[in-house]
């Protein structure tokens, strides 16, 4: 449970969601963390409060990610509060669904900006300090990356993106001692998902989804937490420039619109297609 001890790590859109549990794991194994948020401080300083209350080192650092100046200045900030760095979890991210006809060059700029340029410019800005300490990048992606789904074409780019920096990026700094790797979530529902749809059971509908998902049931954001823990750990030295799928079998299974539970003899027959 001290795997983390005395190292500094900064994670990214960690006042909701993914990335408070992503701060909480790192803290609870002995690191001192660095809370970002862009615009309401209100889950921040909950996520430091917590964090400080179980005996840890945190604060909390505000920067617009739609604008490359503030993230240069918030980890110019967070590094000197931390006093270097081992660990960045570049976790910040926004989601959109629209129709492809129907999508804005301005809603377009606006994920890339958050989704793809700041976690390239705030790695940029970072890599003296994690050249120093020898320390690991970890690029959250999404299923999205890998799978498609309707009216998701903008943020699945920007998820695919991700997984491409991850890769090509471990390469140039694999010489320099920083491991770079991802990690891309599948289904992980958190309260915001649920903002949109008032009156619905929560909880219900968890359980519901998660019987469409190969484990039987959805993730949680700790389950992500302990994951980014274990990719920043010594255990997983040996991988870089992949990007881990956790995700409860989702992207594993080849899904025809049929009941996957049920063996396929009872579903179509026996019997065998040529040229298939």
């Given at each position: 449970m001290?795997?983390?001890?005395?190292?500094?790590?900064?994670?990214t859109?960690?006042?909701?969601?993914?990335g408070?549990?992503?701060?909480?794991?790192?803290?609870?194994r002995?690191?001192?963390?660095?809370?970002?948020?862009?615009?309401s401080s209100?889950?921040a300083?909950?996520?430091v409060?917590?964090?400080?209350?179980?005996g840890g080192?945190a604060a909390?650092?505000q920067?617009?990610f739609?604008?490359v100046?503030?993230?240069?200045?918030?980890a110019r900030e967070?590094t000197a509060?931390?006093?270097?760095?081992?660990?960045l979890?570049?976790?910040a991210g926004?989601t959109?669904?629209?129709p492809?006809?129907?999508?804005?060059?301005?809603?377009f700029?606006?994920l890339?900006a958050?989704?793809?340029?700041a976690?390239?410019?705030?790695?940029q800005?970072l890599?003296?300090?994690?050249?120093?300490?020898?320390?690991v990048?970890?690029n959250i992606?999404?299923?999205?990356?890998?799978?498609?789904?309707?009216?998701?074409t903008?943020?699945?780019g920007?998820?695919?993106a991700?997984v491409?920096?991850?890769?090509?990026?471990?390469m140039?700094?694999?010489?320099?001692g920083?491991?770079?790797v991802g990690?891309?979530?599948?289904?992980?529902?958190?309260?915001?998902?649920?903002?949109s749809m008032?009156?619905v059971?929560?909880e219900?509908?968890?359980?519901?989804?998660g019987?469409g998902?190969?484990?039987?049931?959805?993730?949680?954001?700790?389950?992500?937490?302990?994951?980014?823990?274990?990719?920043?750990s010594?255990?997983?030295r040996y991988?870089v420039?992949?990007?881990?799928?956790a995700?409860?079998?989702?992207?594993s299974?080849?899904?025809f619109?049929?009941d996957?539970?049920?063996p396929m003899?009872a579903?179509?027959?026996?019997?065998?297609v040529s040229?298939?």
């Open positions: 001290q795997c983390m001890k005395d190292k500094r790590v900064l994670v859109g960690s006042g909701t969601g993914l408070r549990a992503i701060a909480l794991a790192f803290a609870q002995g690191a001192a963390v660095a809370v970002h948020y862009s615009q209100t889950g300083d909950a996520t409060k917590e964090i400080v209350a179980a080192k909390a650092f920067a617009n739609q604008e100046a503030p993230l240069q200045a918030m967070a509060f931390l006093g270097g760095l081992d660990v979890v570049n976790s926004i959109m669904n629209r492809f006809a129907q999508t804005t060059v301005e809603q700029d606006t890339y958050v989704n793809v340029r976690p390239y410019f705030l790695s800005a890599v003296p300090a994690l050249e120093q300490s020898k320390g990048i970890i992606s999404s299923i999205h990356a890998f799978r498609a789904f309707i009216e998701h903008v943020y699945a920007t998820r695919g991700i491409t920096f991850t890769r090509n990026l471990a140039e700094l694999a010489p320099r920083i491991r770079v990690l891309a979530p599948g289904a992980v529902p958190v309260p915001s998902h649920f903002k008032p009156g059971d929560m219900q509908a968890i359980r519901e989804f019987k998902i190969p484990c039987g049931f959805a993730g949680t954001p700790p389950d992500i937490g302990n994951i980014a823990v274990f990719l920043a010594e255990g997983a991988i420039g992949q990007t881990l799928i995700d409860g079998g989702t992207t299974l080849m899904h619109g049929e996957f539970k049920q003899t579903q179509f027959g026996q019997g065998y040229g298939v």
